[in-house]
């Protein structure tokens, strides 16, 4: 029998035809809006409605996360796409009070007629919790707070009150975390992050095991127009193909710089959920294969953060993560109920004793 193959030989093979002599190695994007007409309903005939580029994302994201992909413009065009599909006015949706703000207030904004209960990521999860709950959206580890929750507990909660589980997993990606696995009935993120991992496109995707659900999600797409352009999926496509080697790296800076600041004087509340001392890691180690290369921490005001990143020479101040790139982001800005001087810190793949040592130089500045 063959052995499985790894995560790395999964990133690079993942989604790819099998080759061909004369064959462009690797497969090129298709461009094209509109398609030659022919009579098989099953061929490319309109540019919103298929594009072979975005079927070979999603046959490699798929194949990572364990199910059927689709993918979308953007991470929130995924998220909004799937509680348009579940939810209709009078259902109950569970959010997480301290994940990404905009799936709330797309809710609470746009969304009529909903019951919308926010629940701590790291609260107590009971089965009141979850009680005549339509869907529960998960988003583990949070952002930016990264508290982590037990998929596999709550998705038994959920399913018993008769509601589905959604699972952001744009943290850590289906390297670090496969949802579908721990009994989640979607996972969703946003591969503008890691997943793509060059900082230069905004894309997002859905996968789900159910059919059914893949088949209403991606009528939804094609109604809706929330359809990627092929240029930016053939970008991320090539992006995941360094996915696990760049996850490692990044990984091994987020360890080093745990450590770093972790009794720094000028520093509190450092969270990763990889190191043994964060109150996460219980949890994440029996969940995640991988713990990311994001990190949060806490300088004393909004002041001390902008002094930071303006004496830092590798850190750009930034609002995603995931890329080649360190970069901090100050997440009170955006609204975000933190204090004022939370930074999430994205571990880019910087030489780690070059990244530490310019994180701790700027600190001291």
């Not at 709950?133 to 982590?148: C, W």
């Not at 930074?343 to 701790?360: N, P």
Request: hydrophobic share 40%; proline share 7%.
């Amino acid at each position: 029998m063959n052995a499985p193959l790894g995560d790395g030989t999964r990133c690079v093979h993942a989604g790819q035809v099998p080759s061909a002599p004369g064959a462009a190695v690797p497969p090129q994007p298709v461009l094209a809006a509109q398609y030659h007409l022919s009579d098989d309903p099953t061929d490319d005939f309109y540019g919103r409605a298929g594009n072979p580029t975005w079927r070979a994302l999603e046959s490699a994201i798929g194949e990572l996360d364990g199910g059927t992909c689709l993918v979308y413009a953007s991470g929130m065009a995924a998220v909004s796409s799937v509680l348009r599909v579940l939810l209709k006015p009078g259902d109950t949706v569970v959010l997480p009070s301290d994940g990404y703000y905009l799936a709330r207030s797309y809710v609470r904004e746009h969304m009529n007629g909903l019951v919308v209960r926010e629940v701590p990521t790291a609260g107590e999860w009971t089965a009141d919790t979850v009680a005549g709950a339509r869907l529960v959206l998960l988003e583990t580890p949070s952002n930016p707070g990264l508290d982590v929750c037990d998929i596999a507990a709550i998705a038994g909660l959920a399913h018993a009150a008769g509601a589905l589980v959604a699972v952001d997993n744009t943290t850590v990606t289906p390297l670090g975390q496969r949802p579908l696995e721990l009994g989640a009935d979607i996972t969703l993120a946003s591969d503008t992050k890691a997943l793509a991992g060059h900082s230069d496109i905004v894309l997002g995707h859905v996968t789900t095991a159910d059919p059914d659900l893949a088949a209403r999600l991606r009528s939804e797409r094609t109604a809706s127009g929330a359809v990627p352009g092929p240029f930016e999926v053939w970008l991320a496509h090539r992006g995941l193909g360094t996915l696990d080697l760049r996850l490692a790296r990044q990984a091994e800076n987020a360890a080093a710089l745990y450590e770093a600041l972790r009794e720094h004087p000028g520093v509190r509340s450092v969270r990763w959920p990889g190191s043994p001392l964060d109150p996460a890691h219980p949890v994440a180690s029996r969940q995640m294969r991988r713990f990311g290369g994001v990190v949060t921490f806490e300088l004393e005001s909004a002041a001390a953060v902008a002094g930071f990143l303006a004496a830092s020479r590798l850190v750009s101040s930034a609002t995603s993560f995931g890329g080649l790139h360190s970069s901090a982001d100050r997440r009170a800005r955006w609204g975000d109920p933190v204090p004022e001087g939370l930074v999430r810190f994205s571990c880019g793949c910087e030489d780690t004793r070059d990244l530490v040592a310019d994180v701790l130089t700027a600190l001291g500045a």
